[in-house]
């Protein structure tokens, strides 16, 4: 596509439910990442991939946190049984090769955790 | 791990004025990029600049990568250069992998 997709564009959810949000990078990007920015803070980086494999899975904040990338492609990014400090907005990010190339970031997802 | 600082922390600015923000970084670095989010979050691309300088219209940014400073330059400024303007890192290489390490943003207001 034209630039990153990500969907839905915000969403709310009762606590202790779980959230599935997706990320549809720019065609031919090899190099996928997943961020989170609390309301007010910097970027918090969660995890990366190259291809459908994730070398760096170090920021993910605890194990209610996966995420998977099928076909190089559409990557999700899932959080089981949300807490309310898991409201923030998740960005998604792509580039052509991962190591020395311009990233490129979608609109992200607001999640609200009520 | 690498460690990224930007000053100043808040801006204001009268509409016209010009202003220059910047990035230091604690290692040596393959790739840096400034962003701008806007108001709405979306984060935009101003440049991938690993070394040298640039200009984009009314920015430009120059990074002494020897150095390790990055500085963006915002001349006769408007109301819609507002909004949080990021630097971000990103090294190989000692157990790193490509993944951007962010400042914590300069936030700027340019009044009218």
């Known amino acids: 596509g034209a630039g990153v997709s990500q969907s839905p564009s915000n969403k709310v959810t009762e606590k202790g439910k779980d959230v599935e949000l997706r990320c549809d990078p720019i065609?031919?990007?090899?190099?996928l990442y997943w961020y989170r920015q609390s309301l007010g803070q910097g970027l918090e980086f969660l995890i990366y991939f190259q291809g459908n494999s994730a070398p760096d899975k170090s920021g993910l904040p605890s194990d209610r946190f996966s995420a998977e990338r099928t076909g190089g492609s559409v990557s999700t990014l899932t959080i089981q049984r949300t807490q309310q400090e898991d409201s923030a907005v998740y960005l998604c990010?792509?580039?052509?090769?991962?190591?020395?190339?311009?990233?490129?970031f979608g609109q992200g997802t607001r999640l609200t955790v009520v | 791990g690498i460690q990224v600082e930007q000053s100043p922390p808040d801006l204001i600015l009268q509409e016209g004025a010009n202003s220059t923000l910047r990035c230091n970084f604690s290692d040596s670095v393959n790739n840096l990029q400034w962003f701008h989010q806007n108001p709405w979050g979306q984060l935009i691309n101003l440049f991938y600049i690993p070394s040298g300088t640039k200009q984009n219209g009314r920015l430009s940014a120059t990074t002494v990568a020897t150095e390790r400073y990055s500085l963006l330059y915002i001349s006769s400024s408007q109301t819609t250069d507002s909004g949080v303007y990021f630097c971000a890192v990103e090294r190989w290489g000692s157990g790193n992998t490509g993944k951007l390490i962010f400042g914590q943003g300069t936030t700027l207001q340019v009044k009218p």
């Open positions: 065609s031919g990007h090899t190099a």
């Open positions: 990010a792509s580039s052509l090769v991962g190591s020395n190339t311009e990233a490129f």
